[in-house]
């Protein structure tokens, strides 16, 4: 089935029309209303007006997406006054298994007519349509933290920026065999594209890139302002593997000695990789300062230079958030570290989630079933999207009163020793 044509929320229709206001499906073979559709996204996000050429790549790029929009007919303006879209993303949960997850975007609502229900009917839409297409998460990264709680997600996993003065650092990582070369992005967007996925595949909480997310991370995308300004560095292995790349931009400054390197997007699928990248960075020339964000809560960039401070988190904030749609299907696509059973009490206002479930691990792989015995824990589906990649949060979440019962036992079954992260944006 294809997913960016199957028929729009009965609900969510019938609530715009409501209020006068008219839901559809954007054909991404009408590039005028396309156009139009990435025009009030970019204006959402405080964007600039697209260009001509920026728009000719942003249709390329979202037409493998289902673009939703909201349309107030009885006004001047034919453009969108609420935009959505969404595809399958590949998810990486515990223990390696990829889980297509509804992957929401866009999600913006002209200031003219914010604050009247529009994003409540447009993500009620995408989790409807969601849960009818039997995906059992959705899945987004946020401009603001406090938005989407009450639509069922959870904050899953968080993400670190850091900056480091590499002239106070020294590095004490260990050797870094290898080769670095500078690359052309499009020459290596094939291999950097397959590098991504590796690293993609390899860390809960990550997920599959759609072309047009690893282009963005390799090389500036078309008409990108800073275009001409990145450089682009691959890592390949002593027996000729690409393992990993670093994209960045150089900042000048007063002093010609203390630039500053802000890192786009470094991907490692291998350690190797990853210390030899951080040396290159640290090590480079005629720089003082290399910033570095979307980072995970472990970047190992403390343990690689000889004076810790020298290395500072400038942020530390919520990434991925997480809602679960299908409790089974979700509980038992991931594995779990420790064997254990609890009974789950979910509660969950939209309805997708709710019940009691007893949830039971062997040997690491768990078996769900629906029950009547008496909850060991009870908490919100919220709660259960923020523990469900394995982050370091249950515990904190029943001090704040968000998870009652025996909470140490939820803990034990879902936190993963190395925690989850995402390492860029949706
Ligand atoms: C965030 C945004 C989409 C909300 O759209 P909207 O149509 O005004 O939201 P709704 O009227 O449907 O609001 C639904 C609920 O969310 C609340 N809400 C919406 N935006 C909120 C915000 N930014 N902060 C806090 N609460 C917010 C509303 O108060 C309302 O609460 P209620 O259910 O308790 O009444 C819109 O403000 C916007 O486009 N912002 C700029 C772009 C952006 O940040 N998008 C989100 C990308 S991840």
């Given at each position: ?15 715009l ?6 839901y ?6 009408d ?5 139009g ?11 600039r007006?697209?260009?001509a050429?920026?728009?000719e790549?942003?249709?390329?790029n ?15 303006s ?51 349509t ?10 987004l990264?946020?401009?603001e933290?406090?938005i ?10 968080w ?13 004490i ?12 992005a499009d ?19 990550e997920?599959g ?16 302002p800073e ?9 390949d292995?002593?027996?000729?593997d ?45 720089v003082a300062t ?26 530390l904030?919520?990434h ?10 979700a ?7 420790r064997?254990?059973?609890v009974?789950?009490d979910v509660?969950d ?22 029950t009547?015995?008496?909850?060991d ?20 979440l ?6 009652q019962?025996?909470?140490d ?10 925690p989850?992260?995402?390492?860029t944006?949706?």
């Open positions: 089935m294809d997913y960016r044509t199957i028929s729009l929320d009965e609900t969510s229709a019938r609530d029309s409501e209020a006068g206001l008219r559809a499906l954007v054909d991404a073979a590039a005028d209303a396309l156009d559709w990435i025009r009030a996204d970019f204006r959402g996000f405080h964007d007006q697209p260009s050429e920026v728009l790549g942003a249709r390329e979202f037409a493998a997406r289902r673009n939703t929009a909201v349309y107030d007919d009885a006004g001047p034919r453009e969108p006054v609420g935009t959505v879209n969404a595809w399958p993303a590949p998810l990486t949960v515990p223990g390696g298994a990829r889980v297509d997850a509804w992957a929401i975007s866009s999600v913006t609502v002209a200031p003219t007519h914010r604050r009247r229900g529009v994003a409540r009917a447009l993500l009620g839409g995408e989790l409807r969601a849960h009818a297409l039997g995906l059992p998460l959705a899945i990264t946020v401009s933290s406090v989407y709680g009450r639509w069922g997600f959870g904050p899953a996993t993400s670190t920026a850091w900056s480091v003065d590499t002239k106070r650092v020294r590095w990582g260990g050797e870094t065999p290898g080769r670095l070369s500078f690359a052309e020459e290596y967007g094939e291999i950097g594209a397959k590098v991504l996925d590796r690293v993609m595949a390899g860390r809960h909480g997920i890139l759609e072309p047009y997310l690893a282009k963005r991370l390799i090389g500036p995308l078309k008409a990108d275009a001409d300004k990145v450089r682009l560095v691959r890592y292995s002593d027996s000729g690409p393992e990993g790349f670093v994209s960045y931009v150089l900042k000048g400054d007063d002093d010609f000695t203390r630039h500053t390197v802000e890192v786009r997007h470094l991907a490692a699928a291998t350690p190797a990789a990853h210390r030899a990248l951080w040396r290159f960075l640290l090590e480079l020339d005629l290399v910033k570095i964000w979307t980072r995970g809560i472990d970047e190992p960039v403390q343990a690689l230079v000889n004076d810790i401070r020298g290395a500072r988190v400038t942020d904030e919520d991925l958030w997480v809602r679960v749609l299908d409790v089974p299907a509980v038992q696509a991931r594995t779990y570290e064997d254990g059973s009974v789950l509660a206002d939209l309805g997708f989630a709710s019940g009691r479930f007893r949830l039971t691990v062997r040997g690491g792989q768990a078996e769900v079933a629906p009547d015995d008496a909850p824990v009870t908490l919100p589906v919220n709660a259960l999207g923020s523990v469900y990649l394995g982050h370091d949060i249950a515990r904190n029943a001090l704040a009163g968000r998870i019962g025996d909470v036992a939820l803990d034990r079954l879902f936190r993963t020793a190395v989850p992260r995402l390492s944006w949706f």
